[in-house]
C-alpha cells in the first residue's frame, strides 16, 4: 500500500521527533560508529534541526499520514556543508547530507523522494553539480545514488573520526 510522501521544511514542533530519527536510524546501521564511539556527531544527529539555523541550509522532512518517515539536510552553498575533506571548497555546488529513513518505512520510496527533492532544489538554485557523502555502512544507498546519476568522487574522500567516509557527485 503506497501513501503520498509530502517534502516539506521541519516545523518547530518536530525539530525533537526528527533529532530522535536520525539518532535510532544511524545508531542502528551495522558497521557504524556507535553514540559511544562518537558522542558528538550523535549530539549533531539529535539536534539535527537547528541546523536550518545556519546560512544557505534547509532541514526537509517526508511526511505522510501526519508522520515523519524521513529527512534530510540540503546546503545550497557548500560552505555550510559541515564536512571533513574538501567538500566545503568545492563551487558552484549544492549538497545534502544525512539523509535518514525510519524503519517503519523503508520500502516506500521516502529516499528516492527525499533524494529528488534535492536534486530539483539544486537546480533551481542554478548550481553545476550535488556533492553526497556516504559510507560502507550505507551500502544499500549506494545503488539508489548511483542510479540517479551519482559518481564517486576520490577526491572528496575524507575520515571522520578514522571512520572512511565517501564523496559522490552528480553533474546537474
Same mark, same amino acid.
Request: aromatic share 10%; glycine share 10%; proline share 3%.
Given at each position: 500500500?503506497?501513501?503520498? *510522501? *509530502? ?25 557504524? =560508529?556507535? =553514540? ?18 545556519? =546560512? ?117
Amino acid at each position: 500500500m503506497s501513501q503520498e *510522501i *509530502i517534502i516539506r521544511s521541519v516545523s518547530r514542533k518536530e525539530k525533537s521527533t526528527l533529532g530522535e530519527l536520525m539518532v535510532e536510524v544511524y545508531s542502528n546501521l551495522p558497521g557504524f =560508529p556507535s =553514540p559511544d564511539e562518537q558522542p558528538d556527531y550523535y549530539k549533531m544527529l539529535k539536534n539535527i534541526a537547528d541546523l536550518d539555523q545556519n =546560512p544557505n541550509t534547509d532541514v526537509f522532512v517526508a511526511v505522510g499520514s501526519e508522520q515523519i518517515l524521513g529527512g534530510v539536510v540540503y546546503f545550497s552553498d557548500m560552505v555550510q556543508y559541515g564536512s571533513g575533506g574538501t567538500a566545503t571548497q568545492q563551487k558552484n555546488a549544492s549538497g545534502f547530507r544525512l539523509l535518514a529513513v525510519s524503519k517503519d518505512a523503508r520500502g516506500l520510496g521516502v529516499g528516492k523522494a527525499l533524494t529528488n527533492y534535492c536534486i530539483a532544489k539544486a537546480k533551481k538554485d542554478g548550481n553545476k553539480e550535488l556533492i553526497i557523502h556516504t559510507t560502507e555502512a550505507m551500502k544499500v544507498a549506494w545503488s539508489m545514488y548511483e542510479n540517479f546519476g551519482f559518481k564517486r568522487s576520490v577526491d572528496l574522500d575524507f575520515l571522520q573520526e578514522g571512520f572512511p567516509v565517501y564523496g559522490f557527485r552528480l553533474s546537474l
